[in-house]
């Protein structure tokens, strides 16, 4: 099943050969944890945008995740509002130029990385629009997440904001800056003959030519610490390489759902199974079988 709210990310449903839920602009995960503990069997996918998931659906997403609801979180970047016809976003950039922001953004942008790991998501990852195969696996990765799985897709806008990942796009940067994340394995970016790595100066990333390191002092992915995720997804160009790959799963969590249904099984067994209310009114004192029947 696949929820979505308002912008150009939420058409996603309709090309979907599955259910789908257009729902209302940043409700997307409202309707989406609901679904969940209603059929709580269903594989739940939640599809929103840098507008619809963090203006007016922050405080729905930010709750989605720190619940760990079994839903999976595909929220596409591209740093503005394109179905509007680009005013700026909560991802835009300071000093972005729009129609809604003429002289300039004052606003400074969201990571939304950030905010998946700081609102509690036991999967966050990141990937770009461009790359198919990598997309691929992280999709297929989030997806077999149990719990609350957040995946960030730098995504292109061609009309409004043509080029926005430019410097994952264009062949010589992306070279330079593109680092995958791999976990257990020590994080290096670069081209071939000029590895670079990051190594921890404290709690201070720093970027280190590999040649003149021995490789032990290298910073090790840890894909199941959450402090070190944060670091990472703080990281950008052109100081710093761009993590992509999954920066934080953490298994065996329990989920949202779960705790509810444990919950709901205890009054059960406490209190017996009840009546509907429909059963409840019908059985009211005084009333005669005539009304009942009604």
């Given at each position: 099943m696949f929820i979505s709210g308002i912008g150009c990310s939420s058409r996603f449903p309709y090309y979907m050969n599955t259910y789908g839920f257009h729902t209302i602009h940043g409700r997307a995960p409202a309707l989406a944890t609901g679904l969940k503990l209603a059929r709580p069997e269903l594989k739940v996918f939640v599809v929103t945008g840098d507008g619809d998931g963090l203006s007016i659906g922050g405080n729905h997403l930010l709750h989605v995740?720190?619940?760990?609801?079994?839903?999976?979180?595909?929220?596409?970047n591209n740093r503005i509002y394109g179905l509007t016809k680009g005013q700026y976003s909560p991802t835009s950039e300071l000093g972005k130029v729009t129609k809604s922001t003429p002289m300039g953004s004052a606003d400074r942008p969201l990571s939304p990385c950030s905010f998946a790991l700081a609102a509690g998501a036991t999967y966050v990852a990141r990937t770009v629009d461009r790359n198919i195969a990598h997309m691929e696996e992280t999709l297929r990765s989030a997806s077999a997440h149990k719990g609350a799985a957040f995946v960030e897709i730098l995504q292109n806008c061609n009309v409004y904001?043509?080029?926005?990942?430019?410097?994952?796009?264009?062949?010589?940067?992306?070279?330079?800056?593109?680092?995958?994340?791999?976990?257990?394995?020590p994080i290096?970016?670069?081209p071939p003959d000029d590895r670079r790595g990051l190594v921890l100066e404290?709690?201070?990333?720093?970027?280190?030519?590999?040649?003149d390191v021995p490789e032990s002092t290298l910073w090790v992915h840890d894909s199941s610490d959450r402090a070190t995720a944060m670091l990472?997804?703080?990281?950008?160009?052109?100081?710093?390489?761009i993590p992509l790959g999954t920066l934080l799963s953490l298994e065996g969590e329990t989920t949202y759902e779960e705790i509810l249904v444990q919950q709901e099984q205890k009054a059960i067994s406490d209190r017996g199974p009840g009546i509907s209310r429909s059963s409840s009114w019908q059985a009211r004192p005084g009333r005669s079988a005539e009304q009942a029947g009604r």
């Amino acid at each position: 099943m696949f929820i979505s709210g308002i912008g150009c990310s939420s058409r996603f449903p309709y090309y979907m050969n599955t259910y789908g839920f257009h729902t209302i602009h940043g409700r997307a995960p409202a309707l989406a944890t609901g679904l969940k503990l209603a059929r709580p069997e269903l594989k739940v996918f939640v599809v929103t945008g840098d507008g619809d998931g963090l203006s007016i659906g922050g405080n729905h997403l930010l709750h989605v995740l720190r619940r760990n609801v079994d839903v999976t979180i595909l929220l596409f970047n591209n740093r503005i509002y394109g179905l509007t016809k680009g005013q700026y976003s909560p991802t835009s950039e300071l000093g972005k130029v729009t129609k809604s922001t003429p002289m300039g953004s004052a606003d400074r942008p969201l990571s939304p990385c950030s905010f998946a790991l700081a609102a509690g998501a036991t999967y966050v990852a990141r990937t770009v629009d461009r790359n198919i195969a990598h997309m691929e696996e992280t999709l297929r990765s989030a997806s077999a997440h149990k719990g609350a799985a957040f995946v960030e897709i730098l995504q292109n806008c061609n009309v409004y904001n043509d080029l926005a990942w430019n410097v994952l796009y264009d062949k010589e940067s992306k070279i330079l800056h593109e680092c995958r994340l791999e976990h257990g394995k020590p994080i290096m970016f670069g081209p071939p003959d000029d590895r670079r790595g990051l190594v921890l100066e404290g709690v201070k990333p720093k970027v280190v030519k590999v040649k003149d390191v021995p490789e032990s002092t290298l910073w090790v992915h840890d894909s199941s610490d959450r402090a070190t995720a944060m670091l990472l997804a703080q990281l950008w160009a052109p100081d710093y390489p761009i993590p992509l790959g999954t920066l934080l799963s953490l298994e065996g969590e329990t989920t949202y759902e779960e705790i509810l249904v444990q919950q709901e099984q205890k009054a059960i067994s406490d209190r017996g199974p009840g009546i509907s209310r429909s059963s409840s009114w019908q059985a009211r004192p005084g009333r005669s079988a005539e009304q009942a029947g009604r």
